[in-house]
């Protein structure tokens, strides 16, 4: 079974400056999908990112890029230019890309926490 | 930009009680989703439903589960008699497409506390 590792409960950053949010995963699967969800406190789950594993270059999204290690089986969150509105949970999550009918298997989560 | 909407916001049930928890997906899409997150805990995936039928679900979703498309619009979870550790997050979700890069779309969730 696939399995999603956030080995960081809890991060800070100042706004304005960059952070990396860790995130690996475990599959025998070669074609799956790798995603980045943001949690604030109005609880709804809104897309950052996403990455397909057979690109091998990494996704990015206005202030938001990864850094993809496919054979690492690693795919980190960075954060440019941090702002107050950033502050959430993260959650990093994982999709077959095969016959799933897109059942995502998420991470712990990292709560993110940004200083004026 | 469209959305899923789950009602209640908040749901208050006593042990054994039955409780039915609403969901209204996207209305282009097909793929529904419900998972659950019990505080503290990680995003857990209970069910996906696809041509009015399940097409997989986790050892989380047993016999006092269930889920239905009642009127085309609407995706509801059931849970027949509720238990303590039943008290979650529930978030219900939707997808354009079983694809693996069709992002799943979720709900504000419902809380759900089981006295």
């Known amino acids: 079974a696939q399995t999603v590792t956030q080995s960081q409960p809890e991060m800070s950053v100042q706004e304005a400056e960059t952070v990396t949010l860790s995130c690996t995963y475990d599959?025998?699967?070669?074609?799956?999908?790798l995603f980045w969800y943001k949690q604030p406190p109005s609880r709804q789950m809104i897309l950052v990112i996403r990455?397909?594993?057979?690109?091998?270059q990494n996704a990015t999204e206005n202030r938001f890029s990864v850094n993809f290690q496919k054979a690492a089986k690693s795919f980190s969150l960075k954060i440019s230019d941090s702002q107050l509105g950033d502050a959430a949970m993260y959650f990093c999550?994982?999709?077959?890309?095969?016959?799933?009918?897109?059942?995502?298997?998420f991470g712990q989560g990292t709560i993110l926490t940004v200083h004026p | 930009e469209p959305e899923v909407t789950q009602t209640p916001s908040h749901q208050v049930t006593q042990m054994g009680q039955e409780v039915i928890l609403r969901c209204v997906p996207i209305s282009n899409h097909l793929y529904f989703y419900w998972y659950r997150q019990i505080l503290g805990q990680k995003v857990e995936f209970l069910v996906s439903f696809y041509n009015n039928e399940i097409s997989e679900k986790s050892e989380i979703f047993d016999d006092q589960f269930s889920v239905e498309r009642p009127d085309g619009s609407n995706f509801t979870l059931k849970i027949r008699s509720t238990k303590l550790e039943d008290s979650a997050m529930y978030f219900c979700?939707?997808?354009?497409?079983?694809?693996?890069?069709?992002?799943?779309?979720f709900g504000n969730g419902t809380r759900l506390t089981v006295t």
């Open positions: 599959t025998s699967e070669s074609d799956y999908y």
């Open positions: 999550a994982y999709r077959d890309g095969g016959t799933s009918y897109g059942k995502l298997t």
């Open positions: 979700a939707s997808s354009v497409s079983r694809q693996g890069n069709s992002p799943l779309h």
């Open positions: 990455q397909e594993a057979y690109k091998q």
